[in-house]
């Protein structure tokens, strides 16, 4: 009998030919459409966040739904608010509350980019999904959007039941979203340690900002995110900060010890033709190293951003979404 190993992956899904014709179309037309419009650094944040809500970047115009509800949410500081926007099931009662933190690189976007992903959540995993603004980077570096974060989780497992009649359940993001879930996990550890989340759904994060892992290293795609752009974020997140500095585990959270944290299930979804696949690789190695259940899709051909990608674009925004709903529905 041959010698089995104890970490095993699909090699298949990262092989060229597995990706769809469907896909490397869609991958090709995307990289046609990133060469129209500028960089965020290239006219500043300030002036790309405008342009960006405009449709008068390379990208469209986000699409922002009705059935989004605007709140605002009790931060640290007093006479400052967190705005956050909500979606709850259109058919039936709400099993709990998912809290979701948007991606942008720390200094782009907001809770209002992702309605069609959130209300999808919403709908098919019976949750009231509430998507948390946090300040951005560079006017407001680290530690701001953190804070922002864990204040709005904290408030959650304090006051979800009251307010919305559910408790919080999930908390999950995309990109610097899912970095900052990972770490609004660990602050809850800290200062609700009573409290317990069903899960985490990590969609193509980053956990090592310090000097990044192989893959960004060697991607050569100009496909949504690369290397170049990746470390215009982390100067603006983390100015002037050195390797050693970046390496805090509350900046990069691959560097915490988990194996002294008592971790909940987490889902970790990443394409092949993203420079954060190493990240969702080997973070998601550690995570089930630390003894928590730990659940790795990876889906071939995807870009970074897939996930919340218009429908008909590439099947694999499809087959996550219904990954994440699967992994939430066993979880309820």
């Known amino acids: ?43 500043g944040a300030e002036k790309y966040r405008q342009m960006r809500w405009n449709g008068e970047t390379a990208l469209p115009r986000p ?15 007093r006479g400052r608010e967190l705005s956050a926007r909500v979606f709850e099931p259109e058919h039936g ?53 953190n804070e922002d974060c864990f204040d709005a989780a904290e408030y959650l497992v304090d ?25 609004t996990c660990f602050k809850l550890l800290e200062t609700r340690p009573k409290f317990t989340f ?26 949504v995110l690369d290397r170049d752009l990746m470390e215009t974020y982390i100067e603006a997140y983390c100015p002037g900060m050195s390797q050693a500095e970046k390496r805090n585990p509350w900046i990069s959270p691959f560097f915490m010890n988990l194996g002294k944290l008592k971790l909940p299930p987490a889902i970790f979804t990443c394409g092949t033709l993203d420079c954060l696949l190493d990240d969702t690789v080997m973070m998601s190695a550690k995570w089930a190293m ?9 889906y071939p ?3 970074h951003g897939f996930i919340f990608f218009p429908p008909g674009g590439t099947e694999t925004t499809e087959e996550g979404l219904k990954d994440v709903r699967v992994f939430i529905t066993e979880k309820l």
């Not at 559910?166 to 979203?177: C, E, I, K, R, T």
């Not at 259940?293 to 990876?298: A, L, P, Q, R, Y």
């Open 159 to 183: 006051n979800a039941n009251s307010v919305y009649g559910v408790p919080l359940m999930f908390v999950g993001g995309d990109s610097a979203g899912g970095h900052l879930s990972v770490l």
């Open 301 to 303: 051909g995807a870009p």
């Open 93 to 145: 009662k709400a099993k709990g509350v998912f809290m979701h933190i948007h991606g942008g690189g720390w200094v782009l976007q907001s809770e209002h980019y992702q309605d069609t992903m959130l209300k999808y959540m919403a709908d098919n995993c019976s949750l009231i999904v509430v998507s948390i603004g946090y300040r951005l980077a560079p006017e407001h570096p680290y530690p701001a959007g």
């Open 1 to 43: 009998m041959p010698l089995t190993s104890d970490l095993t992956l699909d090699a298949s899904k990262f092989k060229p030919e597995a990706i769809s014709q469907q896909t490397d179309e869609f991958n090709k037309k995307l990289i046609k459409i990133m060469e129209g419009g500028p960089r965020w650094y290239e006219v």
């Open 63 to 77: 699409v922002v739904l009705d059935s989004g509800k605007d709140i605002t949410i009790p931060s640290r500081d």
């Open 198 to 223: 069903k899960g985490l759904v990590l969609n193509f994060g980053a956990y090592d900002v310090s000097g990044f892992l192989p893959a960004a290293h060697h991607f050569d795609l100009p496909l």
């Open 290 to 298: 630390s003894g928590a259940e730990t659940v790795v899709k990876i």
